[in-house]
């Protein structure tokens, strides 16, 4: 029989530092975090190939004692909890400090070369510790300012078989170089410096807002294609920057999420940015922002990972609703801007020097009405009315949605003034597809379909008042589950009742179908119904289905727009430019892309030469 015995506390610590130290970049992580606790008002981080060799942090924080240094290495030795939480139950609730476990440094000591050094604030001179993959290489006196000074070189020099397993210098130092990103961005107060390979790579001044640091870290298109979110719902609050839908990336690389000053990278937060710019981005697009949520400690769990980039909310639909309704506010407050401005590539094609006319052209076809088809009423895969709530005026005012026949008005008497209207006033139209606006400030470009898609989409929402029909089926369909899934699904069946979906438990292990969402009647109903309970189990909350009938609502609106290759008439080219300007979320289209863009005056006398 094999005989139980204890491992050595060296190979225990090598064990287990494979859950806290997976790269440079998770070491890093650690000290930078120390070092925030520790009071620091400065950052400096040095590193070497990547870290592969060299990954150093300096501060300026409160500094150590030679005894608090050595126990500071030992493992489970942490100056994170406060005494009085010592061995209380909830005391892990209580955390406010990015580290607790008192795990980093003993775990990176086990397999590396570790250098610590540390003067507290009043003493005369500070103290030298080096532990050498967990051994206590020397130690002693060390000139260096108040602060702590940490170095680990050799990164698993002595466990090949982790060694082995790290990337490149170049993909370690990116995945140090966001580390140090996410954590500067988290504390705006505090200045930061990166340097890789004696090269500076990133610098941060101290005391700086919020946003003026997420824009100059994240993107600096930010301070003019973003929006600053400021909410409050209870006992939580949500602030941060956001970029406008039409300011986007391939990849999500560049959404970096907070929750209490902690970088996560949380599946619930992941799908809450992703509900609130549902309808504003192409699939295959992702926006770039900011969020910092706050929540008491005790309505979040840190504790979930070593490395605690994931945690669990106490109320995870709260938590999503609130972040979706925040970040849709702050976006309709900036509705009817667009991030796009004129590519660069299509403004260096405009001639500097006159061009020969064109030959002529056949006279223009007459123009049409905007609304020439009559839609019968909207269903999946139909078109739907273009305007709703129409008003017979004479002449074109019929074309103009309820409420704008003054537009017929203003054209009969006479051409508006630009500066009455953001978006300016129509002045022709170019290949049957785009709006040529005067605005006060410059040239406005519309794209008639992408606008009047948006419009629609909103007038089919407000349509709806909140609330989904329902299409009952002819014979009610059973679904059979598994029996968490169905208590899960009857626990919510009220919010999904709101969205059109009525279920109601047939047996343990089966949920009865009796009616769908009007848009998703020809859809496949047992996949919907798995689907959801799979949404259920995962967030904690109904998602999918909302998502779903964005995405019908969105095709509905795209049938149902305005196409290119439509004359217009001025009348009906203002009545789109004012709802426009009244209509949320206007400044891009259902897939994402832009509305509209603006080419401003100096840019029109560039072209010229005259500026």
């Known amino acids: 029989m094999p005989v139980i015995r204890r491992l050595p506390e060296t190979l ?19 000290l930078v975090e120390n070092a925030i606790d520790a009071g620091a008002r400065a950052i400096t981080v040095r590193l070497s190939a990547g870290g592969l060799d060299l990954v150093e942090v300096t501060d300026d924080g409160c ?27 909830g005391a892990i609730e209580q955390v406010t400090t990015l580290g ?69 210098a170049r993909s370690e130092y990116a995945a140090c170089l966001d580390v140090v ?45 973003g929006v600053v979110i400021e909410a409050v719902r ?41 509900g609130a710019y549902a309808d504003m981005l192409a699939r295959d697009r992702h926006a770039v922002l900011a969020l910092f949520l706050e929540v008491p400690p005790e309505e979040v769990d840190v504790n979930v990972h070593p490395a605690k980039t994931e945690v669990r909310f106490r109320d995870p639909a709260f938590v999503r609703g609130f972040i979706v309704s925040g970040l849709r506010h702050a976006l309709e407050g900036a509705s009817q801007r667009s991030a796009q ?42 078109a739907v009315p273009a305007w709703r709530g129409l008003q017979a005026a004479g002449g074109d005012a019929g074309l103009l949605p309820a409420g704008r026949a003054e537009i017929a008005a203003e054209t009969e008497g006479g051409a508006p003034e630009a500066a009455a209207f953001p978006l300016g006033v129509a002045r022709g139209q170019v290949a049957q597809t785009y709006i040529v606006a005067e605005a006060q400030d410059g040239l406005v470009i519309v794209d008639q379909h992408a606008a009047h898609e948006r419009l629609v989409l909103e007038r089919l929402r407000a349509a709806g008042g909140g609330a989904t029909a329902s299409q009952a089926l002819l014979v009610p369909e059973v679904v059979d589950l598994e029996e968490p899934d169905c208590d899960r699904l009857e626990e919510n069946a009220p919010k999904l009742a709101a969205l059109g979906l009525m279920l109601e438990r047939f047996g ?43 995405h019908v609502l969105a095709t509905m609106a795209c049938h149902g727009s305005v196409r290119a290759g439509r004359a217009l008439s001025v009348a009906e080219m203002n009545a789109l430019l004012r709802e ?25 006398e560039k072209l010229f030469g005259r500026k």
Request: proline share 8%; glycine share 10%.
């Open 12 to 30: 225990v610590n090598r064990i287990a530092a494979g859950e806290v130290v997976e790269r440079p970049a998770s070491a890093l992580k650690e």
């Open 63 to 89: 500094g150590m004692t030679a005894e608090e240094m050595a126990l500071a290495l030992e493992r489970h030795a942490t100056s994170k909890l406060p005494e009085s939480l010592v061995g209380e139950a």
């Open 100 to 168: 607790f476990r008192g795990e980093a440094l003993p775990s990176i000591g086990s397999v590396a070369r570790l250098t610590l050094e540390s003067r507290p604030h009043g003493s005369a001179g500070g103290w030298r510790r080096v532990v050498d993959h967990g051994a206590l290489a020397e130690e002693g006196p060390a000139a260096l300012p108040p602060g702590t000074r940490i170095r680990v070189e050799n990164l698993f020099g002595r466990v090949p078989a982790r060694r082995k397993f790290l990337r490149s």
């Open 181 to 225: 990103r996410r954590l500067a961005m988290a504390r705006p107060e505090i200045g930061f410096v990166l340097e890789h390979d004696g090269r500076r790579v990133l610098g941060a001044q101290g005391g700086e807002t919020l946003a003026r640091r997420v824009a100059g870290i994240v993107a600096r298109e930010l301070a003019e294609d």
């Open 234 to 274: 209870e006992f939580a609050t949500l602030r941060g920057v956001a970029g406008l839908p039409t300011f986007n990336r391939g990849v999500a690389d560049h959404q970096y999420l907070f929750v209490n000053g902690r970088p996560v990278k949380d599946r619930l937060l992941i799908g809450a940015v992703r």
């Open 341 to 382: 401005g004129p590519a660069g590539g299509a403004m260096a094609n405009w001639q500097a020097e006159p061009i020969a006319p064109p030959p002529r052209s056949a006279p223009a076809p007459a123009l049409g009405s905007l609304f020439a088809r009559e839609y019968a009423a909207p269903r999946l895969g139909e």
């Open 508 to 550: 343990p292990d089966a949920m009865l179908v009796r009616a769908v969402p009007a848009p998703l009647a020809k859809g496949n109903v047992q996949a919907l119904v798995r689907d959801l309970a799979d949404d259920i189990s995962r967030h904690g909350d109904a998602l999918l289905l909302g998502e779903r009938l964005d």
């Open 580 to 604: 426009m300007e009244r209509t949320p979320r206007s400044g891009q289209c259902n897939h994402g892309r832009p509305t509209w863009v603006k080419l401003a005056h100096g840019d029109i």
